[in-house]
């Protein structure tokens, strides 16, 4: 006897609207109340401006690496790894973790 997986779709999910360039999920705080809207539109200022900081942080080390002499490649990566896993784990580890809890 064969088994079978059964994998139900909804057709009442809206499409992915976050990130605007390359959408990937949905994301739309004005679903929520009030008090539940004003949690999660500080989670995600927060995660806005750990953007703004840590691209702040790689500008700089672009900066003092073309003003020094003794410049490595090694200095950059410093702050573009970060860039790069601190964006998506506060992202995904904690906002959408926050916005799927109260959905």
Not at 9 to 23: E, I, T, V
Not at 44 to 69: A, E, Q, R, S
Not at 74 to 88: A, K, N, R, V
Request: net charge negative.
């Amino acid at each position: 006897m064969s088994q079978y997986t059964i994998v139900v779709l909804q057709h009442d999910q809206p499409p992915n609207n976050w990130p605007s360039f390359y959408p990937i999920i949905y994301h739309n705080l004005e679903d929520f109340p009030v008090r539940d809207k004003t949690l999660l539109k500080r989670s995600y200022i927060l995660f806005k401006l750990y953007v703004i900081g840590l691209f702040v942080d790689l500008c700089v080390d672009v900066t003092v690496m073309m003003m020094t002499d003794s410049a490595s490649s090694s200095e950059l990566m410093d702050s573009f790894i970060p860039l790069i896993t601190i964006l998506f784990g506060d992202f995904f580890g904690r906002h959408l973790s926050l916005y799927l809890a109260i959905k």
